[in-house]
């Protein structure tokens, strides 16, 4: 199936040594609870852009982009514009970035204490915490399985190489923080990008560009160039991703730290400037391998015979056949085999209007979706290279870990359990703090990547637990930071309709669209801190008193 | 312009500038990641 081998694995572990390495290289100079989460803000253009991007690519960020390119075909393509038009937006006028980075803080939500209260801090944090911990445990899950079909191992040893992992990422990030995150990212970005460009051209090599064109003309039903009219897309979904791409470049833990360690606002601008490049290819490059894998099995696919007889018996049969042997064939990669009866099941029932058996082929057809990817990269990259691919993606992933370990951690620890606590805490029980819930958050991620079933499409889970603290923050900081009259009432009113809304996608039985929950989540966050702040004035500082 | 054509010029206008981006990083980050620990060990130092 894969011509994974010893080579492979040589090439991937001494590229994981070396970033050890550099992670415990500097473990000397953090020094101060500043060092630990800022890196003393010493963080230069170059450096802190290799930080951001391979803090924001994992190997999961491959998988789920691949999988929406897999099944929007083109159309996905928007989103890398969207990012890239945010990202360089927000780089040009520092909105949001260069006010926080005056004010001199080292979480996101410490600043909502400066200007309202520490109980706006300590709901922030909580609601970061959760969604952010949510986020980031089905990680491991989705990763697992995709180096089992890259390396060809038996899936339960991969368990162990997910826990090699996140031990890795835990050591250096518990022990050298931001400091080690620098260092490491660097050497990670290096090899996660040459891996990127040589997968790429692989990609192209085993498809060619008018062969994906062709694809998605052929298998998505009409759809897959023009997001405007995809159903699954659309207006509503361009609109809610604007918004959340501009609260992930501005209050997004992981990222803002980027900004937060830079050496002044103007490096931290810049930083978002050449990372908006970086964050389109972030985009467009997997999800071009996602339509590479629907070109590539398609090609592939065995002419079956036309069933005949009524549509209705025709479905009940397809339906058995998947059934009975949908799941050995996709643990096969034998993608060719069941993509055809599935495309077919959808038409009939299409045709048919049957919503039971549209939703079942839409299921498969995500699941497909998900594995095609790396089952393709199994079949095409010969020896040495898969090693080159598993490297970068192990550097991806370790990145990814360690960032969000130290984003995450930072606002438990500063933003919730520090508060909570009710006293003021010096800086090195502080310190001590941030590191044992570093600890502890591994060992959460550990855990619910185990037990957890992602629902739907990962994509759509990973950007509803990101949308569950994501409008409230921002326009809370937004308010905070240019309106004068932003209220206590209105940021407290801001956080509960906004997570409420959010929550919404997560129970079933409401049935509210990703887009619909998402969209409502921004509309009903910024009139609560309006309505909130109108109504109840109350105590609050002013933008111009919140500095450093 | 044609949905085809247009997104197969965002394709390769991402992918010529990730490339570009990447090794301008490569080359750029070895002299920043020594100023950073220059600077990290002289404030050991002192």
Redesign the interface.
Known sequence: MTAFGPLDWTIAGIALLLTLFAGLYVRRSVGSLEDYLVAHRGMGLYVGTASLVSTEIGIITYAYQAQFGFLAGFSAFVTGLITFVVCLAVGSSGFVISRLREAGIMTVPEYLERRYASGVRIVAGVLMAVGGSLNLGIFPLIEARFLAILTGLDPRHVTWVMAGLLAVALVYTAVGGMVSLLLTNYVQYVILATATVVVTLACLRATSWSAMTAAVHEHLDGRGFDPLTDPDLGIGFILWQLLLWTALMTVWQSVAMRSFSARDSATGRRVFTLTSVLFLGRAVIPMAWGIAALAFFSAGAPRAPEPTGERAAQMQELEATLGRDFRSHVDAGEIGVVLPQVERLSRLARETGSEAHAASARERREEIGMVAMPWMLARILPTGLLGLALAGLLAASVSTYAGYFLAWSAVIAQDVVGPALGRELDGRTRLWLTRTCVFGLTVFIAVWSLVYQVPGPAYFYLQVTANLFMAPTLVTIVAGLYWGRASRAGAYLSFALGAGTSLAYLIPSLQVGVATAGNLSWGLSALGMIAGSLLSPGPARPPSEVRA | MS??LF??V??W???S???L??L???V??VA??R???R???S??RG
């Open positions: 949905a085809q997104w197969h965002v394709f206008a991402s992918f500038a990730f490339t981006v990447s301008l990083i490569a750029k980050g920043e990641i100023l950073f620990l600077e990290l060990r404030r050991d």
